[in-house]
């Protein structure tokens, strides 16, 4: 049971920071949206760097871009 709470844990803590990086990087294309200059934080763009390189080899990668390219044609006819 200990290690099930232990592994438990190390879960909760891996989904927290990356929900914290996710929204930092949300933060900061809201600033960037409105005008508001930010700084460049390396950390957020290493892992966007990391992110989009995933991203990249995933074998949905086609699938999501062809599902995104249908959402914003339709989005600009309606």
């Keep these: 049971m200990d290690v099930y709470r232990k592994e438990n844990i190390k879960h909760d803590l891996e989904i927290f920071s990356e929900l914290v990086l996710v929204s930092r ?34 074998k949905y990668n086609i699938l999501i871009k062809n599902f995104l390219n249908k959402y914003n044609t339709k989005k600009i006819i309606n």
């Excluded at 949300?26 to 760097?49: F, W």
């Design 25 to 58: 990087i949300i933060y900061k294309r809201l600033k960037i949206s409105k005008g508001i200059e930010t700084k460049n934080d390396k950390s957020i763009e290493q892992a966007k760097i990391k992110i989009l390189k995933e991203i990249k080899e995933d």
